[in-house]
């Protein structure tokens, strides 16, 4: 298989981790419960897992130095980033790259890129300032006119005092004298501007030019009707998690962005409603929190595998 497969980093995120479990020893009869719950979850699982099995076996019939580095590094950080940037590129064409080339995968895939639960900040010289949030990844083009940043995944917050284009999967943004938040989606792009103006031109669409506290979303669909900026934007820069009357489920979806593995919420409790500000560094902590102020039960199956549902 060449080129990106067809599921998403975050799938091949959890691939992995499951790769590497099973790696680590038998897993217990909760564990492999929990895995299967993962696998037939969705068709993309399935798809991400049947990949990641043939890019393993494929690796241990190799000699190439990035084959032996993946292999013989069954703990570390950096063996885990060459298994899942192996399984998004595909196993033909990143194992033919890493015969040729010595130089590691992540620096080839972006400038620029922050690893899930973390933030990164990237000084751009002349006053402009990049932020990433979690599982974030960037390029950047600052010596090009006019300069250039490419949003590859995640979600990034730029302080433009110069002139800047964002380049997104649905659009281009130009910003100049402002302060704005983006991030991709799978189908679209979110826009929320807290400083200036940006100009956005979505992809086979028209140019138009979003307000100082205003957000939108455009994408395949069209392009959404400006609102105001939520209580929830930007938080992240601070390291905050910000609900005001959030549906539950989508609150977990926000946290499980800064967690690795699967954090599941049951549809008995998706429509509970949260408020509140929470630190984004102490995951664990917050689910605990949920525990305390709705009548929640948090079941973890593993540290990779963790479901809120309605307390007995």
Known sequence: MNGSPDFSSQVAEQAVHWLMEMQQGPLTPRQQHAWQQWHDAHSEHQRAWEHIQRVNQRLRGLSSPLAHATLNAPKSAGRRQALKLLLILGAGSAVTWGMREHTPLPALLADYRSPIGQRRKVALGDGNQLQLNTASAVDVRVESQPRLIRLLE????????????????????????????????????????????????????????????????????????????????????????????????????????????QLHCDAKVADLLISGTYPLDDSERILDLLEISLPVKVKRFTRYWVTVEAKV
């Open 154 to 261: 995640g979600e990034m917050l730029l302080t433009a005092a110069k002139a800047f284009q964002v380049r997104t999967a649905q659009g281009l943004l130009r910003a100049q004298g402002a302060r704005l938040n983006v991030r991709q989606f799978s189908d679209h792009t979110q826009v929320a501007v807290f400083e200036g103006s940006v100009e956005l031109t979505p992809d086979g669409g028209s140019p138009l030019r979003l307000q100082s506290a205003q957000q939108l979303s455009f994408g395949a669909r069209g392009v959404g009707k400006p609102l105001p900026l939520d209580a929830n934007s930007g938080a992240w820069a601070e390291g905050m998690l910000v609900a005001a009357h959030m549906r539950l489920g989508d609150f977990l979806d926000e946290l499980g962005r800064y967690r690795r593995g």
